[in-house]
């Protein structure tokens, strides 16, 4: 008898669960069709970002017959992922798809994503910084509009540098060498590196090198790690630090080991993007003004070359649909071009992509940033750290490219770093072998392969 | 009436010829223990090193939740700064649970009671069908029982996120992506759990009682339900964990069905919260992801601990053939 009156409150609330569940569909199949209520027409963006969702308000009281929808679907190659699903079952793909530079070519190149020179993008080269013009202009189209940027700078803790001794912040990589030795006599690392693909990257473009490159037709890749002596410059530096057990090869970026060595010290300096700032005030806040920022550190006395780190841009995912494709436009163009839209990211913490908030007087004379509550957080100790950082995005080198399956090449860079962060083999093998690994890629997808 | 009352005798009397049977091993069994040296209930030697040994494995099960404990009470800067297992300088639980339920317009208890949801619709499911399926295969005889077999045992050999991607673009033929279905459907198939079912009902349902009630006139629906469904509970509960636990954790169906907040599960929001930290500008929030991560276990404790002793005997049953 029990269990009669069990299984009746099973089939109870099963059915009611499934009354639930119907009724939610109903509820979400509005978000995907073209047009909503009260003819609008509604657009999804997929993005990670979290400055971007505070401009739909901004736009949508100038744009009342748009409804923009933004979803975080994941971060970086999670919704890389996500999309290439969709993209491959041809449907539930955004309109508009937040897409790191480095992943841009690999977009482009499958034709997934709409030349925006056609909707009137191509005279933007000017508003925006070489660096990222560079990164959004492929093979003569724009495939997306700069989001953010990220040139390099070092970031230093102070106390530390201080107490080490070195009161000159260094300029060059053997004044850096120097002054990774006398961090390490007071028990920090000057750095860290576990094997990070972009870092990887930042730094060899730094030097100089283009060990990518893609022909126009898009059918012959060129992937020379080995034989590029730029590539070889930091190789041989970087393996004398590791050597010399100068940087922490054991703490990966962004863990909470991290973030701690951040925090108390143990990790005295970053070589790192300059959206940084609100990432060390999250991640590290006990550290708050004891931290600066510095140029890069260069090869020769009184060199500027610079490169980028990271880095988003906002990209069309190309429909047949012309009501979208126009509304998605406008968002797009709000979010990246309008003055008034990239005034709401940068205030949200966003490193701005565009010469013309990079030269404002507001923007050079922060000395604070605002934290959680919405406090100011002296975190640079005073200093006007956006004309540092503002300085390092005029630096940054022309040329540099990204292989057109980069997403895959990071993916496998860590293991093929694995050993060098456990000293068991040196920077060279693994970068020979990460090459051969990316050659047999290259072939597997059909790409002719130029050494 | 009177049939099912003999069928009732019938049982009973087995049930006692059984029970000898049982007290008869278990004597044989003390005898030979004791003589081994192998410890038993009812020859309780201790070993050092088996004690040791099993004290690791706690050990080993426990610390992440000790972590989980310790680091649910610290604040974000005390979380960077102090030692993992160490306090913090502040007890701060009771604001990281009221922040975990307020953060972002309150999207984590939209996201439990979504867990919820999957877990009822698609656990309760899964576990409906696999006590119906493994019922009738056990106890009916009708061609193509032996391909279904086949068929179970290969689907249990595959792993589910084998599947997952072909699942993925079936369901946007179908335009379920993004809608609670595709996490529900794809939950709602156990092939483990029909197995179990098929064994235990199996073991558990003597046929002659199936016979009794059908020369008394009952219905195979009044006969699955009055006689079978008692005689499966602690089955049932096992099966129903498995589901359970299955569907609570399942993270790799909904990361690639699902893009809708709004639908994501527990598994899924915690992640996006934890990611947040390693984005340019983003907020670290791993004192919410922490706390959040401890409230999601405990509805699974709360589930271990009330159905242990029938997820006990539902896994020992089958082992030995009578």
């Not at chain 1, 120097?178 to 730094?203: P, W």
């Not at chain 1, 292989?403 to 456990?422: C, H, N, W």
């Not at chain 2, 030697?45 to 040994?53: D, P, Y």
């Amino acid at each position: 008898m029990r269990f009669e009156k069990m299984t009746k409150v099973i089939a109870l609330t099963g059915a009611v669960a499934m009354a639930f569940g119907l009724a939610g569909c109903g509820g979400s199949g509005s978000g995907s069709s073209a047009s909503g209520k009260g003819g609008k027409t509604e657009i999804l963006v997929w993005s990670w970002d979290s400055t971007l969702p505070r401009t739909v308000k901004g736009f949508e009281a100038k744009n009342p017959d748009i409804k923009v929808k933004v979803t975080n679907v994941g971060t970086n190659k999670k919704e890389y992922t996500a999309l290439n699903n969709a993209l491959s079952a041809n449907k539930g793909a955004p309109d508009l798809a937040q897409v790191e530079y480095y992943a841009l070519p690999e977009y482009a190149t499958q034709d997934k994503l709409q030349d925006l020179s056609d909707m009137g993008a191509s005279g933007y080269k000017s508003f925006y910084t070489p660096g990222t013009w560079n990164s959004v202009n492929l093979n003569g189209g724009v495939y997306a509009l700069p989001m953010d940027s990220g040139p390099m700078a070092l970031f230093y803790n102070k106390e530390v540098f201080d107490k080490a001794g070195v009161t000159e912040v260094p300029t060059t990589w053997d004044e850096y060498y120097e002054a990774a030795k006398k961090i390490k006599a007071v028990g920090s690392y000057i750095t860290s590196d576990s094997g990070d693909a972009g870092f990887f990257d930042s730094m060899t473009w730094q030097a100089g090198a283009k060990p990518f490159a893609t022909s126009k037709d898009g059918k012959t890749v060129t992937i020379n790690l080995t034989g590029d002596s730029k590539v070889k410059k930091w190789d041989d530096y970087w393996q004398k630090m590791i050597n010399e057990d100068l940087i922490n090869t054991k703490i990966p970026g962004w863990s909470d080991d991290w973030n701690k060595g951040l925090n108390d010290g143990s990790i005295a300096s970053l070589l790192m993007g300059a959206w940084m700032p609100y990432n060390l005030l999250s991640g590290a806040p006990d550290a708050s003004g004891k931290w600066r920022v510095a140029q890069m550190p260069t090869w020769e006395k009184g060199g500027t070359e610079n490169s980028e780190n990271g880095g988003s841009s906002l990209a069309m995912i190309k429909t047949k649909d012309d009501s979208k494709s126009k509304a998605a436009y406008k968002f797009l163009e709000y979010a990246c071009h309008n003055a008034e839209g990239i005034k709401t990211r940068v205030d949200g913490g966003a490193f701005p992509a565009d010469n013309n908030t990079l030269k404002s007087n507001e923007f050079l004379s922060m000395t604070s940033l605002k934290d959680a509550d919405g406090k100011d957080n002296a975190y640079f100790g005073g200093q006007k750290f956006n004309e540092v950082l503002s300085q390092a995005a005029k630096n940054v080198l022309p040329g540099y490219k990204f292989l057109p399956f980069e997403v895959y090449a990071r993916g496998i860079y860590g293991d093929k770093m694995t050993a060098f962060t456990s000293k068991s083999a040196t920077l060279d093998q693994g970068i020979a072998a990460w090459q051969k690994d990316l050659q047999n890629y290259a072939k597997q997808q059909g790409y002719t392969v130029k050494e | 009436m009177s049939v099912l009352d003999a069928g009732g005798r019938r049982v009973r009397a087995a049930e006692r010829a059984r029970a000898r049977r049982v007290a008869a091993d278990e004597r044989a069994e003390r005898r030979r223990a004791a003589s081994s040296g192998f410890s038993n209930p009812s020859n309780p030697r201790r070993s050092v090193w088996l004690t040791l040994a099993c004290g690791v494995f706690a050990l080993y099960c426990l610390f992440p939740f000790a972590y989980l404990l310790v680091n649910a009470t610290k604040t974000q800067a005390d979380f960077t700064s102090t030692f993992g297992l160490g306090p913090g300088r502040s007890f701060a639980l009771w604001d990281n649970i009221r922040e975990v339920f307020s953060y972002q317009d309150g999207i984590f208890a939209r996201w439990l009671a979504n867990t919820l949801m999957y877990v009822v619709v698609g656990a309760g499911g899964a576990t409906l069908l696999a006590v119906m399926g493994g019922y009738a295969l056990a106890k009916f005889r009708f061609p193509g029982r032996k391909a279904v077999f086949a068929v179970v045992l290969g689907a249990i050999s595959v792993p589910g996120i084998a599947l997952a991607v072909p699942q993925f673009l079936l369901f946007a033929k179908l335009g379920l992506t993004n809608t609670p279905w595709a996490m529900i459907v794809p939950s709602l198939i156990s092939p483990f759990g029909l197995y179990l079912m098929w064994i235990f009902s199996d073991q558990a349902v003597p046929g002659e009682l199936l016979e009794a009630a059908r020369v008394d006139g009952a219905s195979e629906w009044r006969t699955f339900r009055t006689i079978s469904l008692p005689l499966l509970a602690p089955g049932i509960v096992t099966c129903a964990l498995f589901t359970i636990v299955a569907t609570w954790n399942n993270y790799f169906l909904p990361l690639i069905m699902l893009k809708d907040a709004d639908w994501y599960p527990l598994t899924i929001g915690l992640n996006q919260w934890k990611d947040q930290a390693s984005t340019a500008g983003g907020q670290a929030i791993q004192n919410l992801v922490i706390t959040g991560s401890l409230i999601t276990i405990i509805p699974l404790v709360i589930a271990f601990l009330l159905l242990q002793k029938y997820w006990q005997s539902g896994l020992a049953a089958g082992a030995v053939k009578e």
